[in-house]
């Protein structure tokens, strides 16, 4: 995806006249990183922040003892990092490049030259990121207050939501990650999705998770998929 593109279909960018579309492309560049680079780390000043281009990144905190929490994990179209490059503080997590990674990188001092010469951008910006801050709260919620089996059924149905698919879903991260960021560990998530099996609510295939009663993944997690 050409960086015009990118910028025309990402969410924070959206109802953008091209005029601006145009300046925030001529703003930016395209920076690659192999598996496993780091990006930023948390405590770093938040000069520019990302849009994926290509391949998939991870945003991570690690606890004294050296564990890794996985707070989430952005692929091709999403922005990460501009919630620090906005408010002007420093990074409160760390960024890593799951694969091999292109990102369009944005930086800040040159993008609030353009907020100041066309504030309508902070006001798309403030409407459209006060949005996402609502369903990150909702989505912390259903995760945090929910025993394991429950947070991955919601997880499910939030990734198939995601994914616009009503019986199956592609797990968008491995599963070691996908059990950091549940708050688990990899073994208590294999025995929950071998139990899911068992019980006849999925069949898993590797990432892909067919979902053969919704009915039953919804009394689990809590949560209707439907709107």
Do not use: W
């Amino acid at each position: 995806m050409d960086p015009e593109n990118l910028i025309e279909q990402c969410f924070i960018f959206h109802g953008l006249p091209a005029r601006v579309l145009n300046d925030i492309v001529a703003i930016g560049s395209v920076k690659k990183f192999n598996a496993k680079q780091t990006i930023f780390m948390e405590g770093d000043r938040a000069t520019g922040f990302h849009i994926v281009i290509t391949g998939r990144i991870k945003i991570f905190k690690l606890s004294t003892e050296g564990r890794e929490q996985t707070l989430h994990v952005f692929g091709p179209g999403e922005p990460f990092g501009e919630a620090a490059v906005f408010a002007g503080t420093r990074f409160p997590a760390n960024a890593m490049a799951v694969k091999k990674t292109e990102t369009f990188y944005i930086p800040r001092e040159a993008f609030v030259l353009l907020l100041k010469k066309d504030p309508s951008i902070a006001m798309n910006l403030l409407s459209i990121l006060s949005r996402r801050l609502m369903s990150f709260a909702v989505m912390i919620g259903d995760l945090s207050l929910k025993e394991v089996p429950g947070r991955l059924a919601t997880y499910l149905i939030i990734l198939m939501k995601q994914q616009g698919k009503s019986d199956s879903v592609t797990l968008d991260m491995p599963k070691s990650q996908l059990a950091s960021l549940l708050g688990t560990i990899p073994e208590t998530l294999s025995r929950i999705f071998a139990k899911m099996q068992r019980q006849g609510i999925i069949a898993v295939q590797g990432p892909h998770i067919k979902i053969l009663d919704l009915e039953a993944l919804e009394e689990l997690s809590g949560t209707e998929f439907r709107d």
